[in-house]
């Protein structure tokens, strides 16, 4: 079934002026003592829900209240809205974490006054406070216990699904959501169905976290858009994946389309934790150790948290991480990706090497790297190795304590001795901020998590992703190629990866199977009852019975949030509406403002708005003047912020496919990026139905599409999330 994108939020505003103790559809929850998912189990923890009432299972909408909530140089931002909406006080300051990391390097009097004011209402309200330069938020929140294992912890930020690495739920929100969280302690948010991923085996001497996610991203390209994902693993694989190498492949689960990936709670995870608390207890950091400490250990493995045996998934994967290699994912896409036996023989000449980011540039990955440049020396006894002429190496921890791991073991020095340009711990050039971007016509390798056109620099730049040993041997070459540790088996016949669990099923699973399709075939039946073309929808005041446009295509799948708004702007307070109208698509592309018109509607592939948290993504098309936005389908955190900042969207596949249909390039033609149609698109609010003219002499026809609740209305219809609150607030409700 066709339908609305943003009936997701259905029944968001029941209580007036203050987020729902409960958002559910009954008629679909878990009852008590049904079998669970782990990441169900941890949402039921921290949802919000009535004395008696049943757990939530996916699908349903829960009022959330989670243990933790991360912002970082958005903190400003939120505390604009916060102050907007009249408040002066955090609703519970033990549930916020504040921290600096975006930029950095940026010394500009606007943002020392910006960083000063969010350091200042850190230290009024009593919310911990980590300045520039302690480190990237997420790495903080791991080693600093906020994201322990069994709870929930969110952050405005996409790349929150880390926390996953230490069994710990962790989930994207956007700005509107963490203003809600500092007035009320909650936000909403949905369950989503869950996918497990089954790994086997163990990955060769030269594969890493990195690798297995790379090939995850471009092997199950689309598999878990919208998905929450659980590893399962025998025990003797899981003890071959470190810690570091989960968090790697938690943190960009993300870009694989997941809106979380939950390792289990196992021996490797309290080894870590037990070094952590031993750290904490040596280095004497009083708050760290009461958060990270061998009794809270204790009381976690007396009874962890994990999944029943006969939880039921959404859809279930397997990958046989024996048969994998290194990857090296790009240019321009993290879903392109080739192993690196392919890659290097093509010579590709690099200009930049980046060894930063959340996803891999803690102590283990800079030891990986300098072990490339400690191997080539002993390759040349007498001649200290340095980075290839013309090649810019830029290093930067995740945090101030993972670099002093780096410098005591002589890790981080080895790469500045070969050349390295160190920077000051944070995102900086992954974000696209800070120096050493990438210059029109480069070519870049990092071991970040985004390689999104003009995401780091010019959009007329290539850039690759790679593991840490790649991405260093690289730089040592001037061409991407790696350390030589793998080597491919004589008899490799590629990666073993399907769906399923990699094994033959037994009798139970094939049962399991059969009444997951039949319980997928009623809930479709159930959906469509009361559909017909009879069937008349509310409409509130100030909400439109029709929207119709032109259609302006934009044939593309995964057009991120990189391409609708560029991270150069993102963390910028200043601009102005007419400048963000300017700047609205520009990175995917320059003629899309002089081809697209205000009132126009926006059509577009598979999975729009993928990428980060930025608001800016669903407000910059809001400025454009476009009033609808239809997709094949939405990434989740666009979704998000559409609703919160009163931006309209459908999901309507069949339309999508027509415009590829007809405006198919022809052979040695270049697509059009953005394209004028001449098409018509007109939705009946009230009907849930959108009507499509083909030209003026071509074919018309219509298609049904889920209703838009009145609530969700009310919402779009005040301008967003923010200001239906404020209407609420000033009518006393």
Not at 179 to 198: D, E, F, N
Not at 659 to 685: I, S
Request: one cysteine or more; hydrophobic letters at 40%; proline letters at 5%.
């Amino acid at each position: 079934m066709l339908s609305s994108m943003w009936t997701r939020s259905a029944g968001l505003a029941r209580r007036p002026a203050r987020l729902p103790t409960t958002l559910r559809q009954l008629s679909t929850s878990t009852p008590r003592g049904a079998a669970q998912t782990l990441t169900e189990k941890i949402v039921e923890k921290y949802a919000v829900l009535e004395a008696g009432k049943p757990a939530p299972r996916p699908g349903d909408y829960v009022g959330l209240s989670p243990a933790y909530c991360m912002t970082h140089d958005n903190s400003g931002a939120v505390l604009s809205k916060f102050r907007q909406m009249g408040a002066t006080k955090v609703h519970n300051p033990d549930q916020l974490v504040f921290t600096l990391d975006h930029d950095v390097q940026n010394t500009s009097a606007a943002n020392l006054k910006k960083y000063a004011g969010i350091e200042s209402f850190a230290n009024e309200q009593g919310v911990v406070f980590y300045p520039k330069g302690r480190g990237i938020g997420h790495q903080i929140m791991v080693e600093e216990g906020y994201s322990w294992p069994g709870t929930m912890a969110v952050a405005s930020d996409s790349h929150s699904n880390m926390y996953g690495g230490i069994g710990c739920l962790g989930t994207p929100i956007v700005r509107t959501d963490a203003m809600a969280i500092w007035q009320s302690g909650r936000t909403w948010y949905q369950l989503a169905p869950v996918a497990k991923l089954t790994l086997t085996g163990q990955a060769p001497a030269g594969v890493t976290g990195k690798d297995i996610i790379l090939a995850l991203c471009t092997l199950f390209k689309s598999d878990v858009l919208n998905h929450a994902v659980e590893v399962s693993a025998s025990p003797e694989t899981l003890a071959s994946l470190p810690i570091d190498s989960r968090l790697t492949i938690s943190n960009m689960s993300t870009e694989w389309g997941a809106l979380s990936c939950l390792f289990p709670i196992d021996a490797t995870l309290e080894k870590w934790l037990r070094q952590k608390a031993d750290e904490a207890t040596r280095n004497d950091r009083r708050s760290t150790k009461n958060r990270i400490s061998h009794k809270r250990i204790d009381e976690l493995f007396a009874n962890p948290l994990q999944a029943d045996r006969d939880a039921v998934y959404a859809k279930q994967l397997y990958l046989d991480l024996s048969t994998l290699s290194p990857y090296v994912t790009g240019p321009d896409s993290v879903k392109v990706a080739a192993p690196l036996h392919e890659i290097a023989p093509q010579n590709i000449k690099i200009d930049r090497a980046y060894l930063i980011s959340c996803t891999n540039s803690r102590a283990s990955d800079i030891a990986r790297a300098a072990q490339v440049f400690r191997d080539a020396a002993a390759a040349n006894p007498g001649v200290k190795p340095k980075i290839a002429d013309g090649v810019k190496f830029y290093i930067s921890a995740a945090s101030a304590p993972e670099q002093e791991a780096a410098e005591a073991a002589g890790d981080w020095q080895v790469l500045v001795e070969a050349g390295a340009d160190p920077m000051p711990s944070g995102c900086a050039q992954c974000i696209g901020l800070g120096a050493g971007l990438l210059e029109a016509g480069q070519v870049g390798i990092s071991a970040s998590n985004r390689n999104f056109k003009g995401r780091m620099g010019s959009r007329d730049a290539q850039a690759y992703l790679a593991s840490p040993e790649v991405v260093a041997a690289s730089a040592l070459a001037g061409t991407i190629t790696g350390p030589g540790a793998y080597q491919v088996p004589a008899d490799w016949r590629g990666v073993e990866y399907g769906y399923g669990s990699g094994k033959a099923p037994t009798t139970e699973d094939q049962i399991a199977n059969i009444v997951e399709q039949m319980d997928s075939l009623i809930e479709r039946v159930e959906s469509a009852v009361g559909e017909g073309e009879a069937a008349q929808n509310e409409i509130l005041p100030g909400f439109p019975e029709k929207i119709t446009g032109q259609i302006t295509w934009l044939d593309f799948d995964n057009l991120n949030t990189d391409g609708i708004y560029p991270g150069t702007l993102t963390y910028r307070d200043d601009v102005t509406k007419e400048e963000m109208a300017k700047a609205c698509m520009q990175n995917y592309d320059p003629e899309f403002g002089s081809i697209a018109s205000a009132g126009d509607i926006l059509v577009s592939g598979y999975n729009f708005g993928t990428g980060s948290s930025r608001e800016q993504a669903a407000t910059a098309i809001l400025a454009k003047q476009i009033p609808l936005i239809v997709a094949g389908s939405f990434g989740n955190i666009f979704s998000r912020n559409g609703i919160n900042n009163g931006l309209v969207g459908l999901e309507v596949p069949r339309l999508t496919e027509r415009l590829r249909e007809r405006f198919a390039a022809k052979d040695g033609e270049k697509p059009a990026l953005t394209r004028k149609t001449g098409w018509t698109l007109t939705w009946d609010v009230r009907k849930s139905v959108v009507e499509v003219q083909e030209g003026p002499d071509g074919e018309k026809w219509s298609e049904k599409v889920g209703t838009l609740p009145p609530t969700v209305q009310a919402i779009i219809a005040a301008g967003g999330l923010e200001a239906w609150t404020r209407a609420q607030v000033a009518k006393g409700q």
